[in-house]
């Protein structure tokens, strides 16, 4: 979450961010950072509690923009009204039980409760607190009565809190997944809202014997930018992929396998009902005919090993007639050469309505790098040749011409 600049859906939004008073203030000083470097313009806003724990020069230093406390400063007694009204989207971290029980009885008695009953955006809270707090019933009652209100609850996480507190629920959740809750909220009405997409992604491994296996050199990143691009457009995402080191992307349901089999029974479910299927995974085309059920002893074999293959499953192939009537198909092309002749064939063959392909033999694009270089081509039309770009980047421009296509599809 967010890298390397402005992107959407942050870019040229406005953001108020909250900041009240409990030990884990300082966090949101990257959350702040970290907003403002995805394009987004941060108003942040603190309590006066909140000066106890961090000063407002850091947060104007990582965001180049004032830091409003009081609700009756020199920019009017409507300050709250402007920030209400001009906020595409409102959070508040760490969100204390104290806020908790002001937010929830509607309160405004600083400029953090006005603003939150002046706006009309949608509103995230990040409680943080010490575990025996966050399990008292009022906490919780206060917690409820924020979500009947419409704001959405992120957190807290279980971990480590304060000195002499021990671990257990109640602390702030990381700053990477508020800035993504932040991102999802700003998208909520984006290209794929209320859309469902399945993503396949990462290498397969098959197994030789319970040490060894075939596989290939895929780690999964352009799938998984898929599967994060396609969640901040709004969609509920899907992502069915082979061993990754990567973690699994904030927000999505992840379904981790092994084998191209155990990839091709995890995806016939979701894709059954997916608007959009994109099939990014490195699939082995091929596994050991019959694997060992222990590891082979090199002292006792030949001199020469031989492994008989049998052809694995074709993914894309055989979940193509589960796929919903007007449903949108993208596939991958990786190839070391002629790579448009066999993208080409691969997109008629396989009845794609949008393919990527990507040349295996550029050092900046293909495996275990994280930029790409790809070109588009769909049945109709000529290729369209993208720049070098992050995986990031290459996934964003992927899924918009996806929902394009899949607009384009509903409408006639």
């Given at each position: 979450m967010p890298s390397g600049g402005p992107r959407a859906p942050w870019a040229g939004r406005r953001v108020?961010?909250?900041?009240?008073?409990?030990?884990?203030?300082?966090?949101?000083?990257?959350?702040?950072?970290?907003?403002?470097?995805?394009?987004?313009?941060?108003?942040?806003?603190?309590?006066?509690?909140?000066?106890?724990f961090v000063r407002p020069l850091s947060f104007?230093?990582?965001?180049?923009?004032?830091?409003?406390?009081?609700?009756?400063?020199?920019?009017?007694?409507?300050?709250?009204?402007?920030?209400?009204?001009?906020?595409?989207?409102?959070?508040?971290?760490?969100?204390?039980?104290d806020f908790l029980a002001r937010a929830a009885d509607g309160r405004s008695d600083d400029l953090l409760t006005t603003t939150l009953l002046a706006t009309r955006a949608p509103v995230l809270l990040c409680p943080a607190m010490n575990d025996r707090m966050w399990s008292h019933p009022a906490v919780r009652a206060n917690a409820a009565?924020?979500?009947?209100?419409?704001?959405t609850l992120v957190g807290p996480d279980t971990g480590p809190l304060a000195v002499g507190e021990a671990e257990g629920p109640g602390r702030l959740v990381a700053p990477e997944e508020i800035v993504a809750r932040v991102g999802r909220s700003l998208g909520s009405n984006g290209p794929l809202a209320g859309r469902r997409v399945t993503i396949t992604a990462g290498p397969t491994r098959e197994a030789v014997d319970p040490v060894r296996?075939?596989?290939?050199?895929?780690?999964?990143?352009?799938?998984?930018?898929?599967?994060?691009?396609?969640?901040?457009a709004g969609a509920d995402v899907t992502l069915v992929t082979g061993p990754s080191a990567l973690?699994?992307?904030?927000?999505?349901?992840?379904?981790?396998?092994?084998?191209?089999?155990?990839?091709?029974?995890?995806?016939?479910?979701p894709v059954g009902s997916a608007h959009l299927a994109i099939y990014a995974a490195a699939v082995s085309d091929f596994r050991p005919a019959d694997a060992a059920d222990r590891k082979m002893k090199r002292r006792e074999m030949e001199t020469d090993v031989s492994v008989d293959l049998v052809a694995n499953p074709d993914i894309?192939?055989?979940?193509?007639?589960?796929?919903?009537?007007?449903?949108?198909?993208?596939?991958?092309?990786?190839?070391?050469?002629?790579?448009?002749?066999?993208?080409?064939?691969?997109l008629a063959?396989?009845?794609?309505?949008?393919?990527?392909?990507?040349?295996?033999?550029?050092?900046?694009?293909?495996?275990?790098?994280?930029?790409?270089r790809v070109t588009l081509l769909e049945p109709?039309?000529?290729?369209?040749?993208?720049?070098?770009?992050?995986?990031?980047?290459?996934?964003?421009?992927?899924?918009?011409?996806?929902?394009?296509?899949?607009?384009?599809?509903?409408?006639?």
């Amino acid at each position: 979450m967010p890298s390397g600049g402005p992107r959407a859906p942050w870019a040229g939004r406005r953001v108020v961010l909250g900041v009240t008073g409990g030990i884990a203030a300082y966090k949101v000083v990257q959350v702040a950072r970290d907003l403002t470097w995805a394009g987004a313009e941060v108003d942040v806003v603190m309590t006066r509690s909140a000066h106890e724990f961090v000063r407002p020069l850091s947060f104007e230093g990582v965001t180049g923009r004032p830091v409003y406390t009081d609700p009756f400063s020199a920019d009017g007694a409507a300050l709250h009204i402007r920030l209400g009204r001009e906020a595409d989207a409102v959070c508040v971290a760490p969100a204390t039980a104290d806020f908790l029980a002001r937010a929830a009885d509607g309160r405004s008695d600083d400029l953090l409760t006005t603003t939150l009953l002046a706006t009309r955006a949608p509103v995230l809270l990040c409680p943080a607190m010490n575990d025996r707090m966050w399990s008292h019933p009022a906490v919780r009652a206060n917690a409820a009565r924020c979500a009947e209100l419409g704001y959405t609850l992120v957190g807290p996480d279980t971990g480590p809190l304060a000195v002499g507190e021990a671990e257990g629920p109640g602390r702030l959740v990381a700053p990477e997944e508020i800035v993504a809750r932040v991102g999802r909220s700003l998208g909520s009405n984006g290209p794929l809202a209320g859309r469902r997409v399945t993503i396949t992604a990462g290498p397969t491994r098959e197994a030789v014997d319970p040490v060894r296996f075939l596989g290939n050199r895929s780690s999964g990143r352009m799938g998984f930018a898929l599967a994060e691009s396609a969640w901040l457009a709004g969609a509920d995402v899907t992502l069915v992929t082979g061993p990754s080191a990567l973690p699994d992307p904030i927000g999505v349901h992840t379904i981790r396998v092994e084998s191209a089999r155990e990839m091709l029974d995890a995806v016939r479910g979701p894709v059954g009902s997916a608007h959009l299927a994109i099939y990014a995974a490195a699939v082995s085309d091929f596994r050991p005919a019959d694997a060992a059920d222990r590891k082979m002893k090199r002292r006792e074999m030949e001199t020469d090993v031989s492994v008989d293959l049998v052809a694995n499953p074709d993914i894309a192939a055989e979940t193509r007639a589960l796929r919903p009537a007007g449903a949108v198909a993208v596939g991958f092309a990786l190839e070391t050469h002629d790579l448009l002749r066999y993208a080409r064939a691969k997109l008629a063959e396989k009845g794609f309505d949008l393919l990527v392909a990507n040349d295996a033999s550029d050092p900046e694009a293909g495996f275990e790098v994280a930029t790409n270089r790809v070109t588009l081509l769909e049945p109709e039309g000529d290729p369209v040749a993208l720049p070098l770009a992050s995986k990031v980047e290459v996934a964003d421009r992927i899924v918009a011409r996806a929902a394009e296509l899949l607009a384009l599809r509903e409408v006639t």
